[in-house]
T-cell receptor
Framework: DAKTTQPTSMDCAEGRAANLPCNHS???????VYWYRQIHSQGPQYIIH???NNETNEMASLIITEDRKSSTLILPHATLRDTAVYYC????????????FGAGTTVTVRA | DTGVSQNPRHKITKRGQNVTFRCDPI?????LYWYRQTLGQGPEFLTY????????KSRLLSDRFSAERPKGSFSTLEIQRTEQGDSAMYLC???????????????FGAGSRLTVL
């Protein structure tokens, strides 16, 4: 799997956009970028995924650079409930299915 | 659909005892996964099933760990002769198979927390 690099932690003000970066410079052409988050004492929750185009859903937006070596997860209006560990994962669409979670980014949304 | 259900949510046991965790996946999902998570770390893959077939088990931590998914529905994860190092959160997830990146969209349960005294 392509390795990802994320900041260890970041703070965000409630109501503001949270921009979470992820570097994946060794990504292969068929590998997707996935984002999950894990709120304290809960299981991980899928947020969004993309291949090369920017994606948006009801939770977040995913911006992937043209060279696909990095991406940014955007939470448009962060709330206190968005405080969580956010994981960026790169995986091919087929083949073995071991999603590898790194340490992620601990995001703290402050009032 | 009530999502992925795991039981028990918490288990405290003494070293050397056997424990079993159950996972009920989303009913239409044919893939089921077990992960382990220790404090401060991301989830670590253990094993996965497609329907009733266990297609990957090399990451099970030792021969004390075993998993089953009879009839391709619920799954159980058993740990025999527990050790203090087995204390962790055990997470179950399920997904559909298929291409387009969707096979990696996993729905996780809330986990079963094991404490070995």
């Amino acid at each position: 799997d392509a390795k990802t690099t994320q900041p260890t932690s970041m703070d965000c003000a409630e109501g503001r956009a949270a921009n979470l970066p992820c570097n994946h410079s060794t990504i292969s052409g068929n590998e997707y970028v996935y984002w999950y988050r894990q709120i304290h004492s809960q299981g991980p929750q899928y947020i969004i995924h993309g291949l090369k185009n920017n994606e948006t859903n009801e939770m977040a937006s995913l911006i992937i650079t043209e060279d696909r070596k990095s991406s940014t997860l955007i939470l448009p209006h962060a709330t206190l409930r968005d405080t969580a560990v956010y994981y960026c994962i790169v995986r091919p669409p087929l083949g073995d299915y071991k999603l590898s979670f790194g340490a992620g980014t601990t995001v703290t949304v402050r009032a | 659909d009530t999502g992925v259900s795991q039981n028990p949510r918490h288990k405290i046991t003494k070293r050397g005892q056997n424990v079993t965790f159950r996972c009920d996946p989303i009913s239409e999902h044919n893939r089921l996964y077990w992960y382990r998570q220790t404090l401060g770390q991301g989830p670590e893959f253990l094993t996965y099933f497609q329907n009733e077939a266990q297609l990957e088990k090399s990451r099970l931590l030792s021969d004390r760990f075993s998993a089953e998914r009879p009839k391709g529905s619920f799954s159980t994860l058993e740990i025999q002769r527990t050790e203090q190092g087995d204390s962790a959160m055990y997470l179950c997830a399920s997904s559909l198979s298929g291409g387009g990146g969707g096979a990696n969209v996993l729905t996780f349960g809330a986990g079963s927390r094991l404490t070995v005294l």
